[in-house]
């Protein structure tokens, strides 16, 4: 998916207009990321899981996310935060894989 910033970033003189991201997170995607805080918007985890998730599904280095304007940020997030709003809830397996 395209999203168009509402802020262009400058860094290293480039422009970058918009970010391209992924339509689906994967277990790497949340690496190193606490289970319990997911979708949760206490103030300590919330900023730094978005800006980690932002980078790893639209393949932007860190820098380039950390530089968002807060607006664009939550339109990012917006688009995975759906992810955890699908999932929370969702039942698993009744039988053991082993």
Excluded at 11 to 35: H, K, S, W
Excluded at 41 to 57: G, L, Q, S, Y
Excluded at 60 to 70: D, N, T, Y
Aim: glycine content about 6%; charged content about 30%.
């Amino acid at each position: 998916m395209k999203y168009v910033l509402k802020d262009p970033i400058e860094l290293e003189n480039t422009t970058i207009t918009e970010l391209n991201l992924r339509e689906r997170i994967c277990a790497g995607d949340l690496r190193d990321l606490v289970v319990e805080d997911l979708g949760n918007t206490k103030r300590e985890t919330f900023v730094r899981d978005a800006i980690r998730i932002a980078h790893r599904i639209s393949g932007q280095p860190e820098a380039v996310i950390s530089k968002l304007e807060f607006f664009d940020l939550m339109e990012v997030y917006a688009h995975f935060g759906n992810f955890f709003a699908r999932t929370s809830g969702q039942k698993t397996g009744s039988k053991s894989s082993q």
